[in-house]
């Protein structure tokens, strides 16, 4: 019997531990395969809610939304976009006069006064020259007629600048120092000067050829048509206000000097925008100002906007709004409310 040959009791117990060991490795495999497989299984989940997500993407917060029952619709008016013209304009008060301003006047002459004073003492200077000391004039008389002629050069000066602080202009100034005489208005009798006082602020908006609205406490229904005629260079210290002048027509005489007056200035020419009533526009208690929109006169959906000027009940919508959309135009207050109100138990 060969030595070398193995009982088969012996060769069955030796292989049983083999083929244990060659097991464990196996299930190592499988069990190292399925936790792949499951993280796998698991990444392509992710990705797939992944890329669902990016395919509808979260919506962005939706605008706060009513809904109202036709029985409610007559709370609300409801009505489109439109354009309308809003003026751009500024206002001040003043005073009704049947003259020219009476510091303007008293202006004028002392302009008139100072422009015929130094006239007369350039005249003497130029004669005391042309004399000299060969006719024995003396030196003095010589020197008080310069003194003179400089004095009233710095009067004339003076008078310029006043005049031209009223609102005159240079060229007015030498024809009004030529001709002798005090500028006057149109003449006729129709013509009244209203004294207006604006906003210091507003100055630099005011300039002559506007156009102005004046009314008078007395005369509640009347409008008068004026025009600027003249914008002060000056601004009072103590109200901070500055002076326009503004020449009104009232051909029926009904102004009285002294009266009162609200005076609207036109700054230019009215901006054609977007607008709706006031009644469409609600503010926030953070202070932003929003109108509500519909498409289908059921569902209202507020929406915040930029508004400018007012006119007329009307407001100007800079941004938010385009022509044509259904908008709620009386009646926005109550779908605030609406939106605020507690949910009901029903």
């Known amino acids: 019997m060969n030595e070398n040959i193995t009982p088969p009791e012996l060769h069955s117990a030796r292989a049983m531990p083999r083929r244990k060991r060659l097991r464990y490795p196996a299930v190592i495999a499988v069990g190292v395969t399925a936790g792949m497989l499951f993280a796998l299984s698991g990444q392509e989940s992710d990705a797939d809610q992944s890329q669902a997500a990016g395919a509808a993407p979260p919506a962005a917060a939706s605008a706060p939304t009513v809904k109202l029952a036709p029985s409610q619709l007559g709370s609300i ?13 500024r206002e001040a008060v003043g005073s009704v006069n049947f003259d020219d301003d009476p510091a303007l ?4 002459s002392t302009l008139l006064a100072a422009a015929a004073t130094y006239d007369l003492t350039n005249k003497e200077l130029k004669r005391v020259r042309s004399l000299g000391n060969a006719s024995g004039i003396a030196q003095k008389e010589l020197e008080q007629a310069i003194s003179d002629e400089q004095t009233a050069d710095a009067a004339l000066r ?5 005049v031209r602080a009223l609102g005159k202009s240079d060229a007015q100034i030498e024809a009004m120092i030529k001709s002798g005489e005090i500028e006057r208005s149109a003449g006729r009798s129709e013509t009244r000067w209203v004294i207006a006082n604006a906003l210091e602020t507003d100055s630099p908006l005011f300039h002559p050829g506007q156009t102005a609205k004046v009314s008078v406490l007395a005369l509640p229904d009347r409008t008068f048509d004026g025009e600027v005629t003249e914008v002060y260079s000056t601004v009072d210290p103590n109200s901070h206000r500055v002076t326009l002048r503004i020449q009104v027509t009232d051909p029926s005489g009904e102004l009285r000097s002294g009266m009162l007056s609200d005076v609207v200035i036109e700054l ?3 901006e054609v925008s977007i607008g709706m009533p006031e009644n ?13 929109i519909t498409s289908d006169r059921s569902n209202f959906f507020q929406r915040i906007v930029k ?3 007012r006119e007329d009940g009307k407001v100007q919508i800079l941004e938010g709004l385009k022509p ?6 009386n009646g926005a207050v109550f779908l605030d409310n609406l939106l605020e109100a507690p949910p009901s138990d029903d």
């Open 268 to 270: 230019q020419k009215p």
């Open 105 to 108: 006047i008293q202006a004028e």
């Open 158 to 162: 003076a008078a310029r600048d006043g």
């Open 280 to 292: 469409g526009v609600v503010r926030l208690p953070d202070g932003s100002m929003t109108v509500w």
């Open 77 to 89: 008016a409801i009505g489109q976009a439109q354009t309308y013209p809003f003026p751009v304009k």
């Open 324 to 329: 044509g959309e259904s908008v709620v135009t």
């Open 307 to 309: 508004t400018g000027l």
